[in-house]
């Protein structure tokens, strides 16, 4: 099928995607390496082992991206309590091709393009290969489920490709395009792609791949233990958001309003084709915790892991026992909250948007069955070693109540939601602004940009301020607003300041957080600068390649600007 000693270089490379462990417990990426090549060309169950290989290098959480936390406090909305983090080297503007905490995504995200092409290069003859050793007409049903699996994965891997892609140029700006298997081991040295390059292939990978993918696996009887795989839902998800990147400032600064079209088409296609079943959950509190992202309408695609307690023990308060307050949600992200009522006087958290209670632990408010009390002599003394810089405490995502210091400490499921129905309508709302206003939408799209938007913060609640605007400018800066709030804590915000070119002015600026004296009836709330914030506007922007990568290219991988 493929000559052996190809074969033998790439299975080598197939065993060593690890690099961040498995995708998730429902796919088995093991692999049997007492198995000789023999018996492997005549074994069918390789087919489905190689099949789940590509998907090992989909990131595997977002919980651990930095510091063995959130991203978030590479951005302005956390500040890690750590006096020395990884995230203090995106904070101070050191990023260099050298120190950089995310530079293994790089070869992670290639290892899951060479696995793609693997699959692809070893599944060719799949039907054949079914075939082998099987009665097909005594075991015609099973022959037949099969082959239209195999069929789906084959899709499925142009779909991650799509995604590695996607998350390499979100990093990078332009990079290699490997134009399959042989490229790969026979010519180490490719140039990088442009850009819009890279977008288009993206593009033209999930236009010609998409009819052959599952529309939704929750709907599948057969297949719905499935669901976590690409399907055509999620596909069209990466399709909308690598437009949109595309159509930002960063990578369109003539602001050319074709590809801002191109995005809110990609978005309205998602939202209306049928079977994909999408609606916003009802309750946002509860959506993120424990399993519920899995059954929810509301999940495109998210990565699954088995239970366990790291962001409880990495994020609880310090003054829990086995907590150690990790990322501490800013003033910077706090203030954006709105009313949903007349400011309460006594209490500034009162009356604020429900998200804020669902996402951020604050002075007053019930945690892990007690009181926080922050005030001077409290429980929860912001003066205490580790106690948060900021006066919050991380709550989405987070299991109440566990027990993170019994002999058999208590955990908890926590599914990464890597595509939701809500990023939809607010990717949709801000392309439909920016190509069309507002308020205008084109023959063939159900919703303007503003009924977009208010879906989202209906959800939230009926109760939050209306928005009015309606100069594209104002609308814009509404859309952003309700992104940060929205998708607080998702790795959403470090990338939107730099799509939209803001990151060389908001982190430019100090985080804050607050200072709490007075008394628990009447506790005065001061803001402070808590940290400082780096971003050079002249490099930061892409990630530096690797400086071993740039050596070892010879000469063919040019270095980003700046490093």
Known sequence: MKNKKLYSIVVSGILLLNFFGCQSNFLDTGYDTMQTPQIIATNRSTLFLFANQFYANLQQSGFSIIDNNLLAAASDEAQQVASSSSAQTFNNGMITSYNNPLSGYYKNYYD?????????????????????????????????????????????????????????IKLYGGVPLVNGLLEQTSNLYIPKSPYDSVVNFIVSEIDTYKKDLQVNWKTDTQFAASDGRFSLGSALAIKTRVLLYAASPLHNPNNDVVKWQRAASAANDLINTSGLNLFLATSYANYFIGNNPL????????????????????????????????????????????YVGIPYAANRYANRDPRFAASIVYNGSVWNSRVINQLPGGTDDLTKSKASPTGYYLKKFLTDNLNLTASTPGTAQHQWVVFRYAEILLDYAEAMNEAYGPDYAPTGYTMNARQALIKV???????????????????????????????????????????????????????????????????????????????????????PFQYSEIVNSKGTLIQNPGY
Request: charged share 20%; glycine share 4%; hydrophobic share 35%.
């Open 295 to 338: 059954t929810s309408t509301e999940t495109i695609l998210a990565i699954r892991s088995s239970a366990n307690n790291t962001i409880e023990k990495q994020n609880y308060p310090i003054a829990t026992p086995g907590g150690s307050t990790g990322e501490c949600p800013t003033e910077n992200l706090v203030s954006q909250y709105e």
């Open 457 to 543: 913060r209906a959800r939230a609640s009926n109760s939050l301020p209306a928005i009015t605007t309606t100069a594209v400018s104002d609308f814009r800066n509404a859309v952003k607003h309700e992104r940060m709030i929205e998708l607080a804590f998702e790795g959403h915000r470090y990338w939107d300041l730099l799509r939209w070119k803001d990151a060389e002015t908001v982190l430019n600026k100090p985080v804050q957080g607050v200072q709490i004296s007075g008394l628990s009836t009447a506790p005065i709330y001061t803001v402070v600068d808590v940290a400082k914030r780096v971003f050079n506007a002249q490099a930061n922007y892409y990630f």
């Open 112 to 168: 899951g393009i060479r696995a793609v092409h693997f699959f692809l290069d070893y599944s060719k003859n799949y039907r054949q290969f079914l075939a082998l050793n099987r009665d097909t007409i005594f075991e015609s049903d099973q022959y037949q489920l099969d082959i239209k699996n195999i069929k789906w994965y084959r899709a499925e891997a142009h779909i991650a490709q799509a995604y590695y892609y996607m998350e390499l």
